[in-house]
């Protein structure tokens, strides 16, 4: 009997362990999801002249000979990526072939052909389901996991690397940890990549908008994705329609503000109404019908087969009448703001004078608050985030910190002040300081700050200011005085390609 | 009843207040009543001195003495809401009968004992708590929210219900017990003997008029390089004029940022912005507040390398009073076609609950509090913020639902809450109202002949008895 149980145990056990098994080899997914391993330099903006590794795992589609898909996600200032296929065993050097951070995508490879052996290239769907179930696959610990989800709805918002908004999926799933590239699977075909984790889902870019950007990619030179940089309002209040003289039924969008650079020119100009976008006809609350997928916000129209500098005809209503006009997609850019809202693959750029440390304003430097940074950040840092940039003024530099030192004595508890002036020359980037700290004024180093609700002047002895650096940097164990990027960063911060 | 006071016990009130506060983003209607007890000291001229926070927005104020069970009926005389104290007197003269009036003595020292006395909350009757001065420096007045005076602080436990109560030294008030810090136990503060003295002094004309400001920032001069730059001897006196606030014509015109104050009235001006002031050193702010409003204050101050005397006029700062609490004056509004229109101020923003600085949005927090000082050619008198919509068919497609600054309404740009009704009312014949919203340039309109059918309906609608209050 006993012997009889043993046995029996035996084969059920048996007979389980090969219904497993028999489901791996089943899925095709293991043969195209990867694990991805990236260490990465991390910052501290704080103290901007301290580094630290972080690791991140992250999932990767093979989508063709060679290329691996995943998210910008963390790839930026990555100093090592390895890849892993079936889930465990070895892992394989991998590189970035290319990446756009706007569009959060990226693409990796390996340089080894065994690597490859066994791998298969997952077609892209050219349509992205509105509803439905679908499923997220990742490896993880070992296994694949293949996690059935629902569809809650096509959105059109912004992405979590970029402001710009674009078509986006969010699926409804509890699943812990996803957020990092999970591959998101109808059938035999990849409809998305998880990019980012909301409390009860998930957004997914589909693949309609992913297919868009490699397309893209195959063109000399790459066109980053453009953007509509007019700021509009619903139109469902008929009196301001009528104010606004439009005849016939409320429909359209009305232009109330820009968010484009000083110096780019303005087709459109306040109190447009939008009427028609690139052929689509817009309603008042901002929507096109897209064949495809029915009510979508007007921005998806500057990313749907577009690209920056494309043309696009849009109708308005000006004066009274209709016209049309030909608008050029600007290319979206961190720098539009005059807070740039990212800075990739540079280190962060300051400049150390005499103990007083200077760095450009960046939402990764408020980001040192946390992620509840526009509440907890200094106030009236955080507030320049809502103003716009001004020829005059198209980026800002913070005192943000004062390293105690005999030369900088009575100004230690000073911080967060935007510098205005160095020695009555303009400062707007950590170059101008650089520049300025040439030309002192009879002997002194005079900062000025713009006006605000602290200190609005310093002086410090040009003479000694240069030992001061000096000697604060052995104290305080720093290696370089200054690290400024060149071109200036704000150029430099947008679509990044890394050895395609 | 007559009561023999010799003990100052028997001189501190039992004050009861009924008060009603209005509502800042509904100005025609009020809070429901409340009852809040405080304390009070018999001071001479029959009169009770408390705090202004005690009988701020009172109905009805009820005195009692020490173990008299009988109520009297009180009112305001005198009340001082920047440095929060009141006078209040007594409808029946038979109050006082029998009454020590208390007398005010000098700045205790620090380290020195003091009994605070009072009716805090938790029984009825009167209460002595023994403490020591713990130190002398400008404190926030948390009743006004936007300004600092001296203040003592004892760890004395000083409790809701203490307020106003006299703090006692050797039979003498040293001060008016009158704010705590929440979460903090044993530390209280009170109104120290200085600005007891100054308050007596202002009403001397009938009037209170405040304390002055010399509405400068100052800043510490340490660095040797800026004293050097301005050829000020290296040693531990003098401080820099760094900005003057808008809103002082006498000062722009005597003083100069770069400024080095050395002397203001008998005290010197330590580097670090302090004065020594009776044995303390506190911000030289104090200096200034000893002066009276549209009183002179003998400054000496260095400039351009050379030392000069000034005898600046100081006068009372009104030009941030939307910046603190405001009281005795009811809220100021207008509501047309359903859309309640009142000035940006810190009531209104208080109304947006306890987390009202986040609640607020950086766009309002910026306009109060900032853009005067940052930008003062762009900032207005009077922000006016739409404060919500009364709904009603006429403004029912508004997207604009409020907490929204108004730009312009009819092309007029609102600077205060006069202009909302002129742009309104003498407007250009247009079939249309016209408002644009900051700082998005928001534009919303209404059809004018259908709000001016619907404005008599609302008001009745909604209970407004009126609609503006100017």
């Known amino acids: ?500 | 009843m007559a009561v023999q006071c010799a003990e100052p016990e028997k001189s501190v009130i039992q004050i009861t207040t009924f008060s009603q506060q209005p509502i800042w983003d509904a100005g025609w209607r009020s809070d429901a009543v409340r009852k809040a007890s405080g304390s009070g000291f018999v001071i001479r001229g029959k009169r009770i001195m408390t705090n202004a926070h005690v009988v701020s927005w009172a109905r009805q104020i009820l005195v009692r003495r020490y173990q008299d069970p009988r109520p009297y009926a009180a009112r305001v005389r005198f009340i001082a809401h920047d440095c929060d104290l009141a006078l209040l007197e007594v409808e029946s003269d038979s109050f006082f009968n029998g009454l020590e009036p208390l007398d005010v003595g000098e700045l205790p020292k620090v380290r020195s004992t003091v009994i605070t006395y009072g009716y805090p909350a938790g029984g009825e009757q009167i209460s002595y708590t023994r403490g020591v001065v713990s130190r002398i420096e400008l404190q926030s007045y948390t009743h006004i929210g936007n300004r600092g005076y001296l203040a003592a602080q004892t760890d004395a436990a000083i409790n809701p219900g203490n307020s106003g109560g006299p703090v006692i030294q050797e039979d003498k008030v040293v001060g008016v017990a009158f704010q705590g810090i929440p979460g903090l136990e044993n530390t209280g503060f009170f109104i120290p003997p200085p600005l007891i003295q100054h308050f007596f002094k202002d009403i001397e004309d009938g009037t209170y008029d405040g304390f002055p400001q010399a509405g400068l920032r100052i800043v510490a001069l340490q660095n040797p390089a800026y004293r050097l730059r301005l050829k000020l001897p290296d040693n531990d006196l003098g401080v820099r004029v760094d900005y003057i606030y808008p809103g002082v014509p006498k000062t722009k015109e005597l003083m100069q940022e770069d400024d080095v104050l050395l002397q203001v009235g008998p005290y010197a001006v330590g580097s670090d912005g302090t004065i020594l002031y009776q044995g303390n050193r506190v911000f030289v702010g104090a200096a200034f507040s000893e002066a009276q409003n549209g009183g002179l204050v003998p400054v000496r101050l260095w400039r351009q390398g050379q030392q000069m005397d000034v005898s600046l006029p100081v006068y009372v700062y009104r030009e941030d009073r939307a910046e603190g609490n405001q009281y005795d004056v009811l809220p100021r509004y207008y509501v047309y076609g359903g859309l309640v229109f009142t000035p940006l101020n810190r009531d209104y923003l208080r109304t947006l609950g306890q987390n009202w600085f986040d609640a607020a949005g950086p766009e309002l927090i910026y306009e109060l509090f900032y853009r005067r000082q940052e930008a003062p050619q762009t900032a207005r008198p009077e922000p006016i913020v739409l404060a919500s919509v009364l709904s009603h068919a006429v403004n029912a497609n508004l997207a604009v639902q409020g907490r929204t600054l108004v730009d312009k309404i009819n092309g007029v740009r609102i600077e205060k809450l006069e202009d909302v009704i002129r742009a309104f009312e003498s407007s250009p014949p247009q079939n249309q109202d016209v408002i644009e919203f900051l700082p998005d340039h928001t534009l919303e309109c209404l059809d004018r002949a259908a709000v001016k059918q619907a404005n008599a309906e609302i008001l009745k609608t909604y209970g407004i008895p009126k609609d503006r209050r100017l």
Not at chain 1, 477 to 500: R, T, W, Y
């Open chain 1, 1 to 500: 009997m006993k012997t009889f149980c043993a046995l029996l145990g035996a084969l059920v056990f048996g007979f389980l362990a090969g219904e497993a098994g028999a489901a791996q080899s089943r899925s095709p997914w293991e043969h195209s999801v990867v694990t991805l391993e990236v260490t990465r330099k991390q910052y501290d903006y704080l103290q901007p002249w301290t580094k630290r590794v972080a690791h991140v795992q992250k999932t990767g589609t093979v989508i063709g000979p060679r290329e691996i898909l995943t998210t910008a996600d963390s790839m930026a200032d990555q100093t090592m990526i390895r890849l892993q296929k079936g889930g465990r065993g070895k892992w394989w050097p991998g590189e970035l072939r290319w990446i756009d951070y706007h569009a959060n995508l990226a693409v990796v490879s390996a340089a080894e052909a065994a690597f490859w052996k066994d791998l298969r290239p997952v077609p892209l769907a050219a349509s992205v389901p509105g509803k439905g179930s679908v499923q997220l696959i990742r490896w993880r610990n070992g296994n694949l996991e293949i996690r059935k989800t629902e569809i809650n709805r096509l959105i059109v918002k912004g992405g979590k690397l970029s402001f710009l908004e674009h078509l986006h999926l969010e699926i409804d799933s509890e699943i812990n940890g996803t957020g990092w590239a999970e591959a998101i699977v109808s059938g035999s075909k990849l409809i998305g990549m998880v990019s980012s984790k909301e409390e009860h889902g998930c957004t997914v870019l589909p693949s309609s908008f992913i297919r868009s950007c490699l397309e893209a990619r195959k063109t000399e030179p790459y066109r980053g994705l453009g953007y509509f940089d007019f700021v509009w309002q619903r139109a469902e209040n008929p009196a301001t329609l009528k104010h606004l003289k439009l005849v016939g039924e409320p429909r359209g969008v009305i232009v109330i503000d820009s968010r484009a650079k000083p110096s780019q020119a303005q087709v459109l100009k306040r109190h447009d109404i939008i009427l028609q976008i690139d052929g689509f006809d817009i309603d008042t609350q901002g929507d096109y019908k897209d064949p495809a997928h029915g009510n979508l916000l007007l921005e998806n129209l500057a990313t749907r087969n577009k690209r920056a500098g494309d043309k696009i005809h849009i109708k308005i209503w000006r004066d009274g009448a209709g016209q049309g006009v030909l608008y050029e997609l600007p290319p979206v850019e961190y720098s539009v703001d005059l807070v740039p809202e990212a800075v990739f693959d540079q280190e962060p750029e300051y400049l150390l004078m005499g103990g007083l440390l200077f760095q450009p304003l960046t939402e990764p430097y408020l980001q040192s608050w946390g992620n509840d940074w526009r509440r907890k950040a200094p106030f009236r840092l955080s507030y320049y985030k809502l103003e716009k940039p001004a020829p005059e003024k198209p980026s800002l530099v913070v005192l943000s910190l004062v390293l105690p030192d005999a030369h900088n004595l009575g100004y230690q508890d000073s911080r967060y002040l935007v510098v205005n002036k160095l020695n009555g020359r303009r400062v707007t980037r950590l170059a101008d300081l650089l520049e300025a700290i040439k030309h002192p004024v009879e002997g002194f180093h005079i900062l000025e700050f713009r006006d605000g609700d602290s200190m609005q002047r310093m002086v410090l002895d040009a003479g000694e200011t240069e030992a001061a650096t000096r000697r604060v940097l052995q104290r305080y164990g720093i290696e370089k005085d200054h690290v400024i990027a060149s071109p200036p960063l704000v150029l430099k911060a947008g679509v990044a390609s890394n050895g395609k």
